[in-house]
Nanobody, 122 residues
Framework: QVQLAESGGGWVRPGGSLKLSCVAS????????IGWFRQAPGEEREGVAC????????YYADPAKGRFTFSKDGFRHTVFLQMTNLKPEETGVYYC???????????????WGQGTQVTVSP
């Protein structure tokens, strides 16, 4: 139902920064959430940060706290993930997603972008 498209990934050295963007066809104002997820090869998608659409309350996975910032431009249906002090273990494909989002878990989201690759290496 919701179309999403991520951009902004690339290669960065450990300790560097990247800002990801995700344009959505719509962001509901009265229910649900938008999430950022990371998937490494052979691994499950893990929640990085999720923002509920009502009031913009944001959950961050513990490793992201203090380093990643989730923001939203509601008028342009765009969300962002500013990532700083990146670590090699944070390499993976980053997805944005829309859905009920009662938990910041992939099973709670049902619309997904195609992902953008982030590689953190020397």
């Amino acid at each position: 139902q919701v179309q999403l498209a991520e951009s902004g990934g690339g290669w960065v050295r450990p300790g560097g920064s990247l800002k990801l963007s995700c344009v959505a066809s719509t962001i509901p104002f009265d229910y649900g959430a938008i999430g950022w997820f990371r998937q490494a090869p052979g691994e499950e998608r893990e929640g990085v940060a999720c923002m509920r659409n009502i009031g913009d309350r944001t959950y961050y996975a513990d490793p992201a706290k203090g380093r990643f910032t989730f923001s939203k431009d509601g008028f342009r249906h765009t969300v962002f993930l500013q990532m700083t002090n990146l670590k090699p273990e944070e390499t993976g494909v980053y997805y944005c997603a829309s859905g009920p989002g009662n938990r910041c878990d992939a099973d709670e989201f049902d619309s997904w972008g195609q992902g953008t690759q982030v590689t953190v290496s020397p």
